[in-house]
């Protein structure tokens, strides 16, 4: 395991918990930010806050409409009148439990090219701090280190190969019975972090503080071990 700590909290007997009991995991497309993150919360009882569920519901508000990334003013009403909440960690879009429909590659791509937009990020970024504020909670997402809750106690940027992160995709997709390519699925992969890494506002990128957990290497159960140890040291649990 690669785990780099800059600040290393963990170790650290005088760390104070000042901010928010937030946990922070920022990393690339199929990294495993998601499982990692669900599980982490669960042991250690904290909600977790999924936020790429938000822009992807962004993405196929924007995509039901017609409308596209460029479309300045009818985007502006769009935004205006969709209503996306969370119940539990559901996504409610327009009333509309949404959970399936979320995960399409077209919803991938769309969520990906409406959060270069600075109105989407404002729109959610509120949004996003009201929840993680709520309780004790795991966010996960791009920019959570950086720029949404830049003063969370524990920051972690989990990160894989690409092609660790295609092959972890492909096997998610064949689970739900939906044959994919090999290469496709790891171009797809590259071509939305690179969009998430050079746009201009909230870039993916590594906190200078967070801790760095490469997972090409592991299973699910010693990432989770490794975030579950940093978050029992951080916040004493
Ligand atoms: O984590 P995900 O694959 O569900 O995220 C979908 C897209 O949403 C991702 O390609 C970029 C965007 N996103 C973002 O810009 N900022 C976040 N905090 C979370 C997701």
């Known amino acids: 395991m690669t785990e780099t700590a800059h600040h290393n909290q963990a170790n650290d007997p005088h760390t104070h918990l000042i901010g928010p009991r937030v946990i922070a995991i920022d990393g690339p497309a199929g990294a495993g930010k998601s499982s990692v993150s669900k599980a982490l919360?669960?042991?250690?009882?904290?909600?977790?806050?999924?936020?790429?569920?938000?822009?992807?519901?962004?993405?196929?508000?924007?995509?039901?409409?017609?409308?596209?990334?460029s479309d300045?003013?009818?985007?502006?009403s769009l935004l205006g009148s969709l209503e996306v909440r969370l119940e539990g960690?559901?996504?409610?879009?327009?009333?509309?439990?949404?959970?399936?429909?979320?995960?399409?590659?077209?919803?991938?791509?769309?969520?990906?090219?409406f959060a270069t937009l600075p109105s989407v990020r404002a729109k959610?970024?509120?949004?996003?701090?009201?929840?993680?504020?709520?309780?004790?909670?795991?966010?996960?997402?791009?920019?959570?280190?950086?720029?949404?809750?830049?003063?969370?106690?524990?920051?972690?940027?989990?990160?894989?190969?690409?092609?660790?992160?295609?092959?972890?995709?492909?096997a998610e997709l064949s689970g739900k019975g939906v044959i994919a390519d090999f290469e496709s699925t790891r171009?797809?992969?590259?071509?939305?972090?690179?969009?998430?890494?050079?746009?201009?506002?909230?870039?993916?990128?590594?906190?200078?503080?967070?801790?760095?957990?490469?997972?090409?290497e592991l299973t699910l159960d010693e990432v989770v071990e490794a975030c579950e140890r940093l978050a029992r040291?951080?916040?004493n649990l």
Not at 72 to 76: A, F, I, P, Q, T
Not at 207 to 212: P, R, T, V, Y
């Open 72 to 76: 300045g003013d009818e985007l502006s």
């Open 41 to 69: 919360a669960s042991s250690i009882d904290f909600i977790r806050l999924d936020t790429g569920a938000l822009y992807r519901a962004i993405g196929l508000g924007a995509l039901r409409a017609s409308v596209a990334p």
């Open 233 to 235: 040291a951080v916040f």
């Open 124 to 170: 959610l970024l509120e949004l996003q701090r009201e929840i993680g504020l709520s309780s004790p909670c795991v966010v996960d997402g791009r920019d959570i280190g950086t720029v949404v809750f830049p003063d969370a106690p524990l920051k972690i940027y989990l990160t894989a190969s690409a092609d660790a992160r295609a092959e972890r995709r492909l």
């Open 187 to 216: 171009a797809e992969i590259i071509a939305r972090d690179e969009q998430d890494m050079s746009r201009e506002i909230a870039p993916l990128k590594r906190a200078s503080d967070a801790h760095l957990v490469d997972a090409t």
């Open 89 to 113: 960690t559901d996504i409610i879009l327009n009333g509309q439990r949404e959970i399936e429909s979320l995960r399409s590659p077209e919803v991938s791509r769309a969520a990906s090219d």
